[in-house]
C-alpha cells in the first residue's frame, strides 16, 4: 500500500515532516511511504491559465500530481500558521483543483504545532472536503510538537499507540476503498 506523505513546511528541520517519518517507522507492515517535503517549495505560483485543460503543467506540478495518482492514500501533516495552513501548501492544493487526484483518495491528517494545529485542522478540512478528498476522521491527529523528541521520534508510548492506530485506521479505509467518521479529528492531545 503506497502511502504519499506530506508536508506542508517549507522548514528545513520541520516538525511535522519529522512528524511524517515517525509515522513510517512505525506504520503497519506494507505500507510503505513516498516523501513530498521540501518540493512543495518548488511549486509554482498557482495560476488558472497554465492549469486549463489540454494544458501540460509546470513539471513541478506534473511531478505531484503523479505522485498523487500513483498513491493509495494520504497522509498530510502541516503546520499551523496565523490560525491556518502555509500559503505555500495551499498553493499546492490550488494546483490539484482542477486535476482530481484527491478525489475519493483516503486522506488522514496528522498536524503539530506549538499549539496544537486544530484551527490548521479546521482551515484545511473543508479545503480538502471540496476536493472530494476521502477524510479518514478516525486517522486525524492533531497535538503539540513536544511530543517529537530530538530525533524526531514520537516522545511518549501513549501518543506512539494513536498514531499506530492513526495509520491502522488509514489502511482499512484504502482496503475497504472508503472513510468515514465523525467530522473532527479523532484526538487532540495537549
Known sequence: MQILAISGSLKATS????LLRAAEAIAPAGMHF???????????????DLDEEGMTPPPAVAALRSLLAEADGVL?????????VPGSFKNALDWIVSSGELSGKPVALLMASPSG?????????????????DLVFEASLVFA????????????????????????????????????GAPLPSGIVK
Open 15 to 18: 516538525t511535522n515532516s519529522a
Open 34 to 48: 513516498t516523501f513530498f517535503d521540501q518540493q512543495i517549495g518548488e511549486l509554482p505560483h498557482f495560476r488558472p
Open 76 to 84: 498530510i501533516s502541516c503546520p499551523e500558521y496565523a490560525h491556518g
Open 117 to 133: 494545529a486544530g484551527h490548521a485542522w479546521t482551515a484545511l478540512s473543508p479545503t480538502l472536503r471540496v476536493m472530494e478528498a
Open 145 to 180: 510538537r513536544r511530543h517529537l523528541d530530538g530525533d524526531g521520534r514520537l516522545a511518549d508510548a501513549g501518543l506512539e499507540a494513536e498514531v499506530r492506530k492513526a495509520l491502522d485506521a488509514l489502511a482499512i479505509a484504502i482496503r475497504d476503498g472508503q472513510a468515514e
